[in-house]
């Protein structure tokens, strides 16, 4: 399974995961600058795209793409993300396995537009967020995970998820709805290895505690 790894312009990571499970790696123009700070290799780099409006952070790359073979892809539509837009640009490139890191934090409507990128594109790609507290993505109707005993596991409806069923919880679910405004599924915790969900409508994010 080839995976792709993507950085983009929320909180920066405080550790980079192994570059050598990624058969691709990418940032958005606006993850550059904290690349740089956290010294990533940028030679490992295949391409920086965004709207680049900022002037210095495009001469910044500019500069930098001299002394390293990334490319610089230029997507100027303002009708989309610069996240959405690189997601993209990562399915004409064959992925369909997208780790993104710089998801969470910074100013919160680019999280929630994140979201609902996330869940643009939820069906056509697995895309998975990371962050320096857990990892959480948009989750099939019969799902699965393991290795997760003793770790917070958290589901929250978008907006609505009905007839969900949990094993493997410390507070179970059993045939229940769960619905943005009215009642969540948040702090729950792992009780076994396997977590296994099962939903019949709706959608839902899982949030899993490092």
């Known amino acids: 399974m080839k995976k792709a790894l993507l950085f983009i312009n929320g909180d920066s990571p405080k550790t980079i995961p192994n570059l050598s499970d990624y058969k691709l790696i990418a940032c958005t123009d606006g993850a550059f600058h904290y690349l740089k700070q956290l010294k990533f290799p940028l030679d490992q780099l295949d391409f920086i795209s965004g709207d680049f409006d900022s002037h210095q952070i495009e001469e910044e790359i500019i500069y930098q793409s001299q002394n390293y073979n990334f490319e610089i892809?230029?997507?100027p539509d303002q009708n989309k993300t610069d996240f959405h837009k690189a997601l993209?640009?990562?399915i004409e490139k064959g992925f369909e396995n997208i780790d993104v890191f710089g998801g969470s934090g910074g100013e919160q409507d680019h999280f929630l537009g994140n979201l609902s990128v996330a869940f643009f594109f939820k069906g056509k790609?697995?895309?998975?967020?990371f962050d320096d507290y857990s990892s959480y993505y948009f989750i099939p109707k019969d799902f699965s995970i393991s290795g997760v005993r003793g770790k917070m596991i958290s589901l929250m409806p978008f907006p609505v998820a009905r007839s969900i069923e949990t094993k493997g919880l410390k507070w179970p679910l059993y045939q229940e709805d769960l619905v943005l405004g009215e009642r969540i599924g948040t702090r729950n915790i792992a009780e076994k290895q396997v977590v296994s969900i099962q939903y019949k409508d709706g959608d839902l994010l899982i949030f899993i505690g490092k």
């Open 88 to 90: 993209e640009l990562i």
């Open 73 to 75: 892809i230029e997507t």
């Open 125 to 129: 790609i697995n895309l998975r967020f």
